[in-house]
């Protein structure tokens, strides 16, 4: 079993439509929780960054973490064609020196 | 502003050959990291490096795989004897501290073993 899971997709979705991406995790430990987007032929790039439980958000973005069910999420409101990219959780812990990437999930927003 | 630069961006090779890829991460930043990409496995890790130490290796595949970092700057991975299971993209990312800073990955270098 991965350390971290994540539904590769690919999801299409309406343009204006409430995206909703998910990762599960397996080690307890994990304290700080990120959100990376991926063009296509690009490196990933930060999108999110939260630390421990709780919400974030920022404009149209926002994430969760549920450390008691060991889940997060992405929300994306008012979807747009440019948010059409493959959308990467990662997570790591205080007491290591890796980051842990889920498998990502394709995103495609149609017009 | 510089962001991180990865060097060649694509690479075909043949199965045997050596290839060094090269890694240029932003200046000051003291962590840098290797990921392998291969399709449908999301990123794996490879190597970190803290300075010019490597306190983390575990993720090289193979004793074919190596890296090295000069100056606290530019890194070399290094694939010996490349495989046709090398074929992946690979990427190099910086942070300024330890990877609870947030990463900042080059593009990748795209290595086709033929």
């Known amino acids: 079993q991965k350390e971290v899971e994540q539904d590769p997709g690919p999801l299409s979705v309406p343009e204006g439509a409430i995206v909703s991406l998910n990762c599960t995790y397996s080690?307890?430990?994990?304290?700080?929780f990120m959100w990376y987007r991926q063009y296509s032929r690009k490196g990933p790039e930060l999108l999110m960054y939260?630390?421990?439980?709780g919400n974030k958000e920022d404009g149209r973005f926002t994430a969760q973490v549920d450390k008691s069910s060991k889940y997060i999420s992405l929300f994306i409101r008012d979807s747009q064609p440019s948010d059409s990219a493959t959308y990467l959780c990662?997570?790591?812990?205080?007491?290591?020196?890796?980051?842990?990437f889920g498998t990502g999930t394709r995103l495609q927003v149609f017009p | 502003g510089a962001g991180v630069s990865q060097s060649p961006s694509n690479k075909v090779t043949e199965k045997g050959k050596d290839v060094e890829l090269r890694c240029d991460p932003i200046?000051?930043?003291?962590?840098l990291y290797w990921y392998r990409q291969s399709l449908g496995q999301g990123l794996e890790f490879l190597i970190y490096?803290?300075?010019?130490?490597?306190?983390?290796k575990s993720g090289l595949p193979s004793d074919r795989f190596s890296a090295e970092r000069t100056g606290g700057s530019v890194s070399t991975l290094t694939i010996q004897r490349t495989q046709q299971e090398d074929s992946a993209v690979y990427l190099c990312?910086?942070?300024?501290?330890?990877?609870?800073?947030?990463?900042?990955f080059g593009n990748g270098t795209r290595l086709t073993v033929t």
């Open positions: 990312a910086s942070s300024l501290e330890w990877v609870a800073s947030p990463l900042h």
């Open positions: 080690n307890s430990a994990f304290q700080y």
């Open positions: 939260t630390y421990s439980s």
């Open positions: 990662a997570m790591t812990s205080y007491n290591t020196d890796k980051l842990i």
């Open positions: 200046s000051g930043h003291t962590a």
């Open positions: 490096f803290q300075g010019n130490s490597a306190p983390d």
